[in-house]
């Protein structure tokens, strides 16, 4: 009897772990590919990135020499840097609050019922099928010094006075304004998508005990939606942050860093400095910075998804 | 500072290039960028060239000249067109850091990547004697170390375009030939509601076409003629900083220090400026899409200051990438391009927007046809390379490239002190010249 088990059970065995080992061996044909494409286009490049910021290599030149830190010490000691520094946050967190806030008003309205929603829906994912080329055309419109609608709005409105007028690209302020307005703009409809796959997944009985146990809309929102929510909200900040702090095209096709350098992020300053100005090490310099706020955003936001997900 | 020398010796970034990309090399397994062999005849030639602003010169360059290439030679040109307004250098330095199919094109700002460009000196010296003689100032673009780089073509002059009937409203009847008149006719019709538009932001002509001019007038200088020494700290570039300051509050409208270059073609096509510094372009298209604005528009030269009236280049020239696998039939081609048969009716199909740096062209019949775009010739007489009097080099390049010069005139405009702005400047000069 136990001879005759020990034949049977052997072969089983011997079938579990050829099965295993080439489950193994799919797993890693099936992620090669992947990770082939990350290691030349992510990784190759970023140890360029690297290499190139401790030298004084310049666009066309074939030549080049190490400078050690240099360009990083320069780059910190430019305010033209300081301010893009400051102004990448600010473009980041504002310009994401803003995404999360509208988003999830967006969401909630598209989860009721009413006329035209199909429409609306349409009208609400169209700036994320735009090209951002030609979106920018129409901002640019939008914030034209004569023309601009905003304007001739706030001018009915009361907001702004006789003699009153906002010149939108011509004021650094109301320049990074600009900048945020047509990145929420554009992120908007991804976000509310999200948010509302999100609320969509909430059970309706969880929705109808809370109501029936007395909750407010704000204890609904923050005891209940936000932190059932939390995996796929975190992987749209996540996302939405990532995107944002790399991003320079809003800049650069709406106003290249001016007036007087003083719209530029991160992204922008350096495609300047690298491309445009031809110091590819100082550009290579200033686009490191990026990656310890993008490595220490990574690691926040992927911890807190997996508590969330571990709860 | 080591030398960095890795590789067998070679001192090359390419070497490190090729190791970092050895992966990648299969990729390539399929792409038709492949050397040719000397006597074979290529199939096709790459031509990259931004897009102009005068539809009529990209058409004349698609329907007629390529169709003749191709005829002449069974030889196909493959025309890469860029969109105007900044694409172009991006796009150039990238064919040259990436060795991209592209055989020869429009180089503007080749100051980034001279060494990326075949020598051309033959086709350069051949066309000039050719064609009456080059303007000397653009051989400071073309010939680097004793060699040209790249076959000037024109100039897309930048004059002052402005309202006739609105100066005749406010009682001015020529346009000013100093700054200091320009300041005074520009505070009567900033009152009479129709202000200057001068741009003062992130653009690649506009700007510099006046407050470089400006500054020389003045006498102020970026950096000295030795290439080193920078100059940009003196009273004469205070004095411009303060005229400019006083001119943006009393005369322009104050959206236009961040402006870049097509904010003010579309100022002035929708009334909104009396004048501007631009190209023909303005009129041309006042002329084909609002003709009642075409037959009030026209251009003057830029006012004279203190040391003189100045204009500066927005230089087109063509050159050949080193990289492509047959010098000679880019060669060719552009020989071709060049010869008066082809280059003569090309220039005029632009109505002379790409003013000839050829002598020969000089007295051409087309300049007579529209009397007011004669300014534009007379550009190239006064006109000087952005990096004046310095040589046009790398440096120069990234002083343009990184506005340094233009913010210090527009960070003054709104409100900064003239000597914070100066100190800005030279900051900026002092990490690009050392």
């Known amino acids: 009897m136990t001879s005759t088990t020990a034949v049977s059970v052997a072969p089983t065995l011997h079938a579990g772990e050829t099965i295993r080992r080439s489950d193994r061996r799919l797993g890693i044909v099936m992620l090669a590919p992947a990770l082939l494409y990350i290691a030349l286009l992510v990784a190759v490049p970023f140890l360029l990135a690297l290499f190139l910021s401790l030298t004084n290599s310049s666009a066309g030149s074939l030549e080049f020499s190490f400078v050690g830190l240099q360009n990083f010490e320069n780059v910190i000691a430019s305010p033209v840097f300081r301010r893009a520094l400051r102004n990448t946050f600010v473009f980041t967190f504002v310009s994401q609050l803003a995404v999360i806030v509208l988003g999830n008003v967006l969401a909630r309205a598209l989860m009721k019922s009413f006329h035209g929603k199909a429409i609306a829906r349409f009208l609400i994912l169209l700036p994320w099928a735009a090209p951002i080329s030609l979106a920018t055309l129409g901002w640019l419109w939008i914030f034209d010094s004569t023309f601009s609608v905003i304007n001739w709005l706030l001018k009915v409105a009361g907001w702004l006075g006789p003699g009153q007028w906002y010149y939108w690209l011509g004021d650094p302020t109301l320049g990074m304004v600009a900048v945020i307005m047509i990145h929420v703009w554009r992120m908007l409809p991804f976000s509310t998508v999200i948010l509302l796959a999100g609320l969509t997944s909430i059970p309706n009985e969880v929705r109808e005990a809370s109501a029936i146990d007395g909750a407010g809309l704000f204890s609904r929102i923050f005891r209940i939606e936000i932190p059932m929510m939390k995996p796929l909200l975190t992987v749209a900040v996540l996302f939405g942050v990532v995107f944002t702090f790399t991003d320079m095209s809003v800049v650069y096709l709406l106003t290249r860093g001016g007036p007087y350098n003083s719209t530029h992020v991160l992204a922008s300053l350096a495609f300047q400095e690298g491309v445009l100005g031809g110091d590819v090490g100082r550009g290579a310099a200033v686009a490191i910075f990026l990656v310890p706020v993008l490595v220490v955003l990574a690691i926040f936001m992927l911890r807190t998804s997996r508590r969330a997900e571990v709860v | ?434």
């Open chain 2, 1 to 434: 500072m080591a030398r960095y020398h890795g590789f067998e010796g070679s001192t090359s970034r390419r070497d490190f290039l090729k190791l970092a990309a050895a992966g990648a090399a299969s990729a390539s397994a399929g792409a038709t960028w492949r050397p040719r062999k000397a006597d074979a005849k290529p199939a096709q030639i790459t031509f990259m060239r931004e897009s102009s602003y005068v539809k009529e010169f990209d058409e004349h360059f698609k329907n007629v000249l390529i169709p003749r290439y191709q005829a002449e030679t069974g030889i196909k040109i493959v025309y890469e067109i860029i969109a105007a307004g900044g694409s172009a250098v991006p796009r150039t330095v990238a064919i040259v850091e990436s060795k991209a199919p592209v055989d020869a094109g429009w180089v503007q700002q080749e100051w980034l990547y001279r060494e990326g460009l075949l020598d051309v000196s033959d086709i350069a010296k051949d066309v000039g004697k050719q064609q009456g003689g080059w303007y000397s100032e653009i051989e400071g673009l073309s010939v680097w170390e004793g060699k040209w780089r790249s076959v000037p073509f024109g100039n897309i002059g930048q004059c002052m375009v402005y309202r006739r009937d609105w100066f005749d409203q406010a009682g001015i009847t020529a346009f000013p030939d100093t700054w200091e008149e320009f300041l005074e006719a520009g505070t009567k019709l900033k009152k009479a509601g129709h202000p200057y538009g001068m741009s003062m932001g992130h653009g690649f002509a506009d700007n510099n076409s006046w407050l470089l001019p400006l500054l020389w007038g003045f006498g102020g200088q970026v950096v000295a003629k030795d290439g080193k020494t920078i100059t940009l700290d003196s009273a004469e570039t205070a004095r411009a900083v303060d005229y400019v300051r006083k001119l943006y509050k009393d005369a322009c409208l104050d959206d236009c220090v961040g402006w870049l270059d097509p904010a003010n073609n579309k100022a002035f096509l929708t009334s909104q400026i009396s004048c501007t510094n631009n190209a023909m372009s303005i009129l041309i298209s006042a002329k084909r899409d609002l003709p009642d604005m075409g037959k009030v528009t026209d251009h003057a030269p830029n006012p004279k200051g203190p040391k003189g009236r100045f204009h500066s280049f927005v230089p087109v020239t063509h050159g050949i990438f080193s990289h492509t696998p047959d010098p000679a039939a880019a060669k060719h081609f552009l020989r071709w391009l060049m010869d008066p048969k082809q280059v003569a009716a090309w220039y005029r199909s632009a109505q002379m927007y790409h003013a000839p740096f050829l002598h020969a062209y000089d007295k051409d019949e087309e300049w007579n046809k529209e009397p007011r775009f004669k300014p534009y010739q007379k550009v190239l007489e006064t006109g000087k390379l952005v990096s004046w009097p310095a040589p046009a080099d790398r440096r120069a390049g990234e002083v343009v490239n990184k506005w340094i010069v233009i913010d210090m005139f527009a960070k003054a405009c709104t409100g900064t002190p003239t000597k914070t702005v100066i100190a800005d400047g030279v900051a900026g000069l002092k990490q690009i010249y050392g």
